[in-house]
């Protein structure tokens, strides 16, 4: 593959950004603020759109509803106005189901009908913002499930998920997709409804062709392979979209490649191969990232970045070799052509494409002096924020 084609192909990959990323996060055991950190919507969409102005490949970002909500008098059709103000558009609508009190004992999988009502009429809430917004996607993400056996009945439970989701899914747009991303624990400890990709994969297919699996990295048991997940629910035409984020022990929401880049390169392998050997499977790439100690933009930056390495490593697999030592059965040999791309220094390619659309050769080296962030930076200190409501992620 040639370099053009390579730089062509990062410059098409877009990376959208979670508002919920961009404000203060900690985790039971503490917080720890960040000055002049995200507080709100407007900000939020500030933050994002700076990591867009310094990466040229984020122009978009998911919103968390309530965590985000228009302040008083103001309507999503504004936050959308504003966002594109910015230079970004609202990307995936991401219900809350899991905050509220009365979703102590589930949502959509309650036992109570009164709660599964309000839950689905939440659902609904979101399919009209994604209409009001343009966005193309709903994000399911449930925190549903139970800690103890008998707690509930489980058969039960999944009766009320596969209903409550369909009234959602009919509530969305024509052109709209559900997402529906598991997760193997937590909160709950003994059984989570929507626990691995066949779970969410079998809810998808009672819901209909526009209800897709997303996959967040960091929802898996150890050692699982993701890459493999992947390529099947790719040639099942059911992947919808990621959560990148890293991890080395649970949920861990840490920067994208910090602790495993490899499997990042190989679910880019699958991503490029499930496709046309040439460009990454299109689906709605996303991060799903809770910064505690770290700077959120700068966090934000480094996972995008690290993102296109990835990417552009997997880009750099010769195909043609592959096959070739594939079909001839030479293990080593197939192994080594992976490890040659991984092992190659993309770093020159990353940063004349940044050049190419006008944005630094390092970005972050470009965020730690730029003038915007750093007068945004002092005046959230000083001046209270536009809305209230800056929603912790989880
Ligand atoms: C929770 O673990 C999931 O990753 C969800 O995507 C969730 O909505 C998001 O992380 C915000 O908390
Ligand atoms: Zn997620
Ligand atoms: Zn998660
Ligand atoms: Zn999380």
């Known amino acids: 593959?040639?370099?053009?084609?390579?730089?062509?192909?990062?410059?098409?990959?877009?990376?959208?950004?979670?508002?919920?990323?961009?404000a203060n996060a900690g985790t039971r055991f503490g917080a720890f603020p960040e000055p002049g950190v995200a507080r709100d919507i407007y900000e939020k969409i500030e933050d994002a759109a700076t990591v867009h102005r310094l990466t040229g490949v984020c122009p978009t970002v998911a919103v968390h509803i309530p965590w985000d909500l228009p302040?008083?008098?103001?309507?999503?059709?504004?936050?959308?106005?504003?966002?594109?103000?910015?230079?970004?558009?609202?990307?995936?609508i991401n219900p809350n189901l899991f905050q509220d009190h009365?979703?102590?004992?589930?949502?959509?999988?309650?036992?109570?009908?009164?709660?599964?009502?309000?839950?689905?009429?939440?659902?609904?809430?979101?399919?009209?913002?994604?209409?009001?917004?343009?966005?193309?996607?709903?994000?399911?993400?449930?925190?549903?499930?139970?800690?103890?056996?008998?707690?509930?009945?489980?058969?039960?439970?999944?009766?009320?998920?596969?209903?409550?989701?369909?009234?959602?899914?009919?509530?969305?747009?024509?052109?709209?997709?559900?997402?529906?991303?598991?997760?193997?624990?937590?909160p709950a400890f003994y059984h989570t409804d929507l626990a691995d990709w066949g779970t969410s994969f079998t809810v998808c297919q009672k819901l209909g062709e526009r209800a897709k699996v997303l996959v967040d990295t960091g929802h898996h048991g150890h050692y699982t392979n993701i890459e493999f997940i992947v390529a099947t629910l790719i040639a099942e035409g059911r992947l919808g979209g990621f959560h990148f984020n890293d991890r080395r022990y649970a949920d861990d929401d840490l920067i994208v490649g910090s602790a495993n880049p490899?499997?990042?390169?190989?679910?880019?392998?699958?991503?490029?191969?499930?496709?046309?050997?040439?460009?990454?499977?299109?689906?709605?790439?996303?991060?799903?990232?809770?910064?505690?100690?770290?700077?959120?933009?700068?966090?934000?930056?480094?996972?995008v970045l690290n993102v296109q390495t990835a990417y552009a490593k997997a880009l750099l697999v010769d195909r043609a070799a592959l096959a070739e030592m594939q079909v001839a059965g030479d293990v080593m040999g197939a192994h080594a052509i992976l490890r040659d791309a991984y092992e190659t220094d993309v770093r020159p390619i990353l940063a004349a494409t940044r050049e190419e659309i006008g944005r630094p050769a390092d970005p972050l080296k470009a965020l730690a002096t730029d003038a915007l962030v750093a007068e945004r930076r002092a005046r959230r200190q000083v001046e209270p924020a536009r809305a209230s409501g800056a929603g912790l992620g989880a």
């Not at 730089?7 to 959208?16: K, N, Q, S, V, Y």
Request: hydrophobic share 40%.
């Open 102 to 186: 009365d979703y102590k004992l589930g949502s959509v999988c309650n036992p109570d009908p009164a709660i599964r009502k309000k839950a689905v009429a939440h659902l609904k809430e979101c399919a009209e913002i994604m209409k009001v917004t343009g966005s193309k996607l709903l994000s399911i993400w449930l925190a549903d499930g139970t800690n103890y056996p008998g707690q509930d009945d489980i058969k039960s439970r999944r009766q009320r998920l596969i209903d409550c989701l369909a009234e959602g899914y009919a509530a969305m747009p024509d052109d709209g997709e559900m997402l529906v991303e598991y997760k193997l624990f937590e």
């Open 262 to 303: 490899y499997a990042l390169f190989c679910i880019f392998h699958e991503l490029i191969n499930g496709n046309d050997g040439k460009t990454a499977f299109q689906t709605a790439y996303m991060l799903d990232q809770s910064h505690v100690v770290e700077k959120k933009i700068e966090a934000m930056v480094l996972s």
């Open 1 to 22: 593959m040639s370099q053009e084609q390579i730089r062509a192909a990062l410059r098409a990959l877009p990376i959208e950004l979670p508002s919920w990323g961009f």
């Open 71 to 92: 302040p008083a008098g103001k309507t999503w059709a504004d936050i959308a106005e504003f966002a594109k103000s910015e230079g970004v558009a609202i990307g995936a």
